[in-house]
T-cell receptor, first 112, second 110 residues
Framework: DVKVTQSSRYLVKRTGEKVFLECVQD?????MFWYRQDPGLGLRLIYF???????EKGDIPEGYSVSREKKERFSLILESASTNQTSMYLC???????????FGPGTRLTVT | EDQVTQSPEALRLQEGESSSLNCSYT??????LFWYRQDPGKGPEFLFT???AGEEKEKERLKATLTKKESFLHITAPKPEDSATYLC???????????FGKGTTLSVSS
């Protein structure tokens, strides 16, 4: 079974803090993705990566950065957290670029 | 614009009352359509992949079908534990990522 894990289920941070969200997959997938999910807006792609040290911007990259130093690990960084980044953050991985994605359990981030 | 549109947004059924959820996909050249189930506060769980018009996949009370531009998720004799949000997704035109619909929230009451 594919397993994608995320470092925290719930996180509360203050405005202006630097926030790290980590994601690890154990299926040797090349592709990894970060989404945020908000009521009424659905899943929106923040960043994705096709290979180690490689990253591509998704639809809403502003205010975020990513790091992929190892194949199995993909980190999302909020450089200076703001209240409008309060959301559910979901990490996913896939074997092929257009193939099915497998999701982690999500991190519910609250920025106060 | 690449789009995946799901309808209805919400669906309430009685236990045992069969129905269908719709997903329409506007990207030219179908290269796969995916169905997911998402429970509140959790990540989406992969259900099915469909690649060809006419293809069908089944799992318990769920059956996914695909035409050239639409997919249907048929739910036969649903139970309360089928209550969830069902998402569909397809590759964008560039083939770089999946586009997700906003989902159909299904509630099944006993």
């Amino acid at each position: 079974d594919v397993k994608v894990t995320q470092s925290s289920r719930y996180l509360v941070k203050r405005t202006g803090e630097k926030v790290f969200l980590e994601c690890v997959q154990d299926m040797d997938h090349e592709n990894m993705f970060w989404y945020r999910q908000d009521p009424g807006l659905g899943l929106r792609l923040i960043y994705f990566s096709y290979d180690v040290k490689m990253k591509e911007k998704g639809d809403i990259p502003e205010g975020y950065s990513v790091s992929r130093e190892k194949k199995e690990r993909f980190s999302l960084i909020l450089e200076s957290a703001s209240t409008n980044q309060t959301s559910m953050y979901l990490c996913a991985s896939s074997k092929t670029r257009e193939g099915e994605q497998y999701f982690g359990p999500g991190t519910r981030l609250t920025v106060t | 614009e690449d789009q995946v549109t799901q309808s209805p947004e919400a669906l309430r059924l009685q236990e045992g009352e069969s129905s269908s959820l719709n997903c329409s996909y506007t990207v030219s050249g179908l290269r796969g359509l995916f169905w997911y189930r998402q429970d509140p506060g959790k990540g989406p769980e992969f259900l099915f992949t469909l690649y060809s018009a006419g293809e069908e996949k089944e799992k318990e009370r769920l059956k996914a079908t695909l035409t050239k531009k639409e997919s249907f998720l048929h739910i036969t004799a649903p139970k309360p534990e089928d209550s969830a949000t069902y998402l569909c997704a397809g590759p964008n035109q560039a083939g770089t990522a999946l586009i997700f619909g906003k989902g159909t929230t299904l509630s099944v009451s006993s």
